[in-house]
């Protein structure tokens, strides 16, 4: 092989061993996940199955997670007007970190009518990890309350994680840990998952490609004959 040819084909190594390692490390894994609430209604028990997505969204040292409800739960007997119903929940943690954390959102925007299937809105909370490794998020306990009532709904088919999603932690050991927060106050949500793997990956894989590309240049010039 001569050695324009075998720079070039260092160069296309280079290449595509920067490309293998950008795709071999995804951040984030998300799933919708069919929930089947059970729940103890100040009316009776009802029951549910609403397909659960949670989403992420990297936010300073934690993340911002976000859990959607694509389909109602329970119902309310009475019409419940605008602002009469708040919805929490708290989200199982798993893998590198254990216990759960709150979600919670705005209280329903439009009247609600009577014997229709409750319609939750999106709720968010950050997680701040205190621990590296791969977590998991699980759809828990569902709270609505309305009109003075408590509504407690629960997972009844044991689900599986919603998000799996790669942490890296601010500081050194212990376990994850999360504080309740508020809805999101405009615009839709980024792309799932942190972006710092994404960028560190990408730098590396450049870093390949330069030194591939050099390598080859310095083969090159060693062996080209010395003009006189």
Sequence with gaps: ?????????????????????????????????????????????????????????????????????????????????????????????????????NVSGPANQAAIPANTPIKINDLSGTYTPKKSGKVTFTAANLTIKALGTTTTCTPANNPKPSLTLDVTAAGGGGSGSASQSGADSGGQLPQTGPEDSAIALGTLGGTVLLAGAAGGLWLTRRHQPVRR
Excluded: F
């Design 1 to 101: 092989m001569s050695y324009p040819k075998r720079t070039a084909a260092l160069a296309s190594a280079a290449a595509l061993a920067g490309s293998a390692v950008l795709l071999a490390a995804p951040a984030a894994h998300a799933e919708v996940v069919d929930v089947n609430y059970q729940c103890k209604t100040p009316i009776g028990d009802k029951s549910a199955v609403s397909p659960i997505d949670i989403k992420s969204v990297r936010s300073g040292s934690g993340y911002r997670i976000t859990m959607s409800w694509q389909k109602g739960v329970s119902s309310s007997p009475v019409e419940l007007g605008k602002g009469a119903m708040n919805p929490s929940a708290t989200i199982k943690l798993g893998g590198a970190d254990s216990g759960t954390m």
